[in-house]
């Protein structure tokens, strides 16, 4: 859907580098979260964010850090990249009340640590 | 420990054949979630549940509260169909600042013509 995009869709990088996954919405919605998909595993909750400057952890957030200054931006930044953090990242989003609204997820970010 | 289950973690089937995918989970749910995750990667919400049965298109979904179990067929399957399926819930115990999805590992299905 048009209204969440992920960039970049790929990456490759190198072990103990600095990299920034961008999450970019134009539904206005309040939660957005940042999943990582790994084989034999369920997406696993890596950030979300209920807000503006309002972010929490998830199950599996160490490594990786989150800013949210905008609305419509969610920022994944992975502070020193470890093999271990090579991964199909998604973004998505919901909004409240989640009894009327599901989630929509952007089309996934492929990165690959070396 | 909650948990998700699905079955089967394979499927294949020839064309316009009816398909059943499984989910069952652990504990009390707010809602559960089927979503589709087409070879390309992209994952797309078909159904939100919390009660009773869904229909859109060849698509159903139903569940069991009292069973902790839901299903999602697929009538007159096609090639197009396949895909992963994953099931997601909501545990009933979420809150504002508690929100999380927990996924079961997906079932990959596959028509064949």
């Known amino acids: 859907d048009a209204g969440i995009t992920q960039s970049p869709r790929h990456k490759v990088t190198e072990t103990g580098t600095p990299v920034t996954l961008r999450c970019h919405q134009t539904?206005?919605?309040?939660?957005m979260y940042w999943y990582r998909q790994d084989p034999g595993h369920g997406l696993r909750l890596i950030h979300y964010?209920?807000?503006?400057?309002?972010?929490d952890k998830g199950e599996v957030s160490d490594g990786y850090s989150v800013s949210r200054s905008k609305t419509e931006d969610f920022l994944l930044t992975l502070e020193s990249a470890t093999s271990s953090q090579t991964s199909v990242y998604f973004c998505?989003?919901?909004?409240?009340?989640?009894?009327?609204?599901?989630?929509?997820f952007g089309s996934g970010t492929r990165l690959t640590v070396v | 420990k909650n948990e998700v289950e699905q079955s089967p973690q394979n499927l294949t089937a020839q064309e316009g054949e009816f398909i059943t995918i499984n989910c069952s989970y652990s504990?009390?749910?707010?809602?559960l979630h089927w979503l589709q995750q087409h070879p390309g990667g992209g994952i797309v919400s078909l159904f939100m549940?919390?009660?009773g049965k869904k229909k859109h298109g060849r698509l159903i979904a139903t569940i069991n509260i009292q069973e902790k179990h839901s299903s999602l067929h697929i009538t007159a399957s096609h090639p197009r169909d396949s895909a992963v399926y994953i099931c997601?819930?909501?545990?009933?115990?979420?809150?504002?600042?508690?929100?999380?999805?927990?996924f079961g590992t997906g079932t990959r299905l596959t028509i064949i013509p």
């Open positions: 998505a989003i919901s909004e409240f009340p989640r009894r009327l609204y599901g989630y929509t």
């Open positions: 997601a819930v909501r545990w009933e115990r979420s809150n504002f600042g508690n929100e999380k999805l927990t």
């Open positions: 549940l919390s009660s």
């Open positions: 539904e206005n919605h309040r939660y």
């Open positions: 964010s209920y807000g503006v400057k309002d972010t």
């Open positions: 504990v009390g749910i707010s809602a």
